[in-house]
């Protein structure tokens, strides 16, 4: 009976570390990373500076932007947007057809606004739970007139031609502040500069129809920059993962 009561407690004492190796953890060989890619839309309001505010008192849009990670923190990124920004428009009631009577009336919309895409690096560096950015841009812009069916700041495209239009090399550059709303998505706020150079544009009421039929036009021409205060949102595309370094 002894002999039995010594061969197991044998027994217990050589399972004892067999039992703890297998009881114990296992580690997750794949860790999460940071997204690589990042995209967000934005309200514009503008604020028109030096010659180009003596035409323009104000100017309202919209921006998208997407963000595409160059380091593992997130530090650094490569920033392309594009945006419209319109600093006049106006409606008018006219009809379809030739016939003396008007059968089907619509509502012709002329717009003047900003077109303009851009690229360059972003700079972010977190600051608590809120991330402060800065980045600068280089890219195209066009000062144009577009005139279509529809109302409000935008005219239906499809419907619609550019009665006038100016472009060239838009230089652009901001600062702004990241709050975490939710583990993919943020709320920004920022303010931005566009330089857009000496450019040829019309403002609200700058096309007249003549009485021949043609088209009447005021075209200024003023260097043109301004400034955007801008509120908007940016969500990641999607999560990475990569290999942990695990220790021997």
């Not at 935008?154 to 619609?160: L, N, S």
């Amino acid at each position: 009976m002894r002999r039995l009561l010594s061969a197991l407690a044998g027994l217990t004492t050589l399972a004892s570390p067999a039992a703890g190796q297998v009881s114990s953890p296992v580690t997750d060989s794949t860790t999460l990373s940071p997204p690589r890619w990042h995209v967000g839309f934005a309200a514009d309001i503008g604020q028109p500076v030096g010659a180009f505010k003596q035409r323009v008192k104000n100017a309202a849009g919209g921006q998208a932007h997407v963000l595409l990670r160059l380091d593992r923190h997130g530090l650094t990124s490569l920033r392309m947007q594009a945006g419209w920004l319109n600093y006049g428009h106006e409606s008018q009631r006219s009809c379809v057809g030739t016939a003396p009577h008007c059968r089907v009336a619509v509502n012709l919309t002329t717009a003047n606004g900003i077109f303009s895409m851009a690229l360059g690096p972003q700079f972010t560096v977190p600051v608590g739970k809120v991330r402060t950015f800065g980045y600068g841009l280089v890219g195209v812009s066009r000062f144009a007139t577009v005139s279509g069916l529809g109302g409000g700041l935008v005219p239906d495209f499809v419907a619609a031609d550019e009665n006038f239009g100016d472009g060239g090399v838009v230089l652009s550059g901001g600062i702004g502040l990241q709050l975490p709303v939710h583990r993919r998505a943020t709320i920004d706020a920022g303010v931005s500069y566009e330089h857009h150079g000496e450019r040829r544009y019309l403002i609200k009421g700058g096309l007249t129809d003549q009485p021949d039929g043609l088209l009447g036009f005021d075209i200024k021409r003023s260097t043109a920059s301004l400034f955007a205060i801008r509120i908007g949102v940016t969500t990641t595309l999607g999560w990475g993962r990569r290999p942990s370094t695990s220790t021997p």
